[in-house]
C-alpha cells in the first residue's frame, strides 16, 4: 500500500510530463497508417485543413498529433528518414518551449521539423536559428524539402544579402 501511495503522489514533475508525451506520442502513432495511405495531393491539403481548424478555434496542441503525422510522413517521402518515437518526444518538447538535449548525430535537424512545421501553420512564421550560413543553407533545402511538400513557403538568411532578399526570407512560413 505505501508503494502505491508513494508512486501516486511523489511522481517526479519530469516524468508526469514525459507521461503526458508519451500520450501524444501514442496519437501520432496511431495516426502513422491512415496517413501513409493519403496521396502526396491530399497530404498537402491537410495543411489547408489544419489552417483552417485553427481559424475555427482549434489550440495547436489540438492539433498536434495530426502535424506531426503529416511531418513523419513527409520526411519519409521526401528524404526516406522517419521521426523516430524519441524524435516526436523531442518535437514535443521543442513545442512546449523546453529544451531537447540531442547528442551529434542523433536527429535534431529533423526533429526541429516537428514543432516548425505546427508552429508554421499557425500563420505567424518561424524563424529556426543556426550558427552559420553554412547551416542555414544546408538545413534551409534539406529540412525545406518536407516544408514544401506540405505547401509552405522557407526562406534563408545569409551575410551579405540585399534588404529585399533579406525581409522576402523573413516573410517565408519558415525563416533560416
Keep these: 500500500m505505501l508503494n ?18 508519451k500520450v501524444l506520442l501514442d496519437n501520432v502513432n496511431s495516426l502513422e497508417n491512415k496517413i501513409k495511405s493519403l496521396t502526396d495531393i491530399q497530404i498537402k491539403n491537410k495543411t489547408n485543413d489544419l489552417k483552417q481548424n485553427l481559424k475555427n478555434g482549434k489550440k495547436l496542441d489540438d492539433i498536434l498529433p495530426d502535424a506531426f503525422a503529416l511531418v513523419r510522413e513527409a ?4 528524404l526516406g528518414q522517419r521521426h523516430y518515437d524519441v524524435q516526436i518526444l523531442g ?6 518551449g523546453k529544451i531537447a538535449e540531442m547528442k551529434t548525430g542523433e536527429g535534431k ?9 505546427l508552429n508554421a ?7 529556426i536559428v543556426t550558427v552559420n550560413d553554412y547551416l542555414a543553407s544546408r538545413d534551409s533545402e534539406w529540412m525545406g524539402a518536407i516544408y514544401r511538400f506540405l505547401g509552405l513557403s522557407v526562406g534563408c538568411i545569409k551575410s551579405g544579402m540585399s534588404d529585399i532578399d533579406r525581409k522576402n526570407a523573413y516573410l517565408a512560413d519558415i525563416t533560416y
Excluded at 520526411?75 to 521526401?78: D, G, K, P, V
Design 91 to 96: 518535437g514535443i518538447a521543442l513545442h512546449n
Design 4 to 21: 502505491f501511495i508513494k508512486n501516486s503522489f511523489f511522481i517526479s514533475p519530469n516524468k508526469k510530463i514525459l507521461n503526458n508525451y
Design 75 to 78: 520526411a519519409i517521402r521526401t
Design 109 to 117: 535537424t529533423l526533429v526541429s521539423t516537428l514543432s516548425a512545421y
Design 121 to 127: 501553420i499557425s500563420g505567424q512564421g518561424v524563424h
